[in-house]
């Protein structure tokens, strides 16, 4: 917990950084970024009771295997292809 706990202050160092160096903002803020999910990673593993040295540090989420329909396109006009 002390570990999440200083990587949001990692976090927020480099958000005022971003602020007070605007010609590498973009760099600071990746940078809070990262520290960022690595604290939620931390947290989450924490959380589930991830104490065993067996248990994986982040658990994959079980994905459907029905069809999406939401990326089902319907098809071109007068039985066209797709330029691509």
């Not at 590498?24 to 065993?52: C, D, F, I, P």
């Not at 067996?54 to 396109?73: C, G, N």
């Amino acid at each position: 917990m002390k570990e999440a706990i200083r990587l949001r202050e990692l976090e927020a160092e480099c958000r005022q950084r971003a602020l007070s160096e605007p010609d590498r903002k973009w760099y600071w803020l990746a940078q809070a970024a990262k520290y960022q999910v690595q604290a939620s990673q931390k947290l989450a593993y924490h959380s589930e009771g991830g104490n065993t040295p067996e248990t994986p540090e982040i658990k994959l989420a079980q994905w459907s295997h029905v069809r999406d329909e939401r990326r089902v396109m319907d098809p071109l006009p007068n039985g066209r292809r797709s330029p691509w």
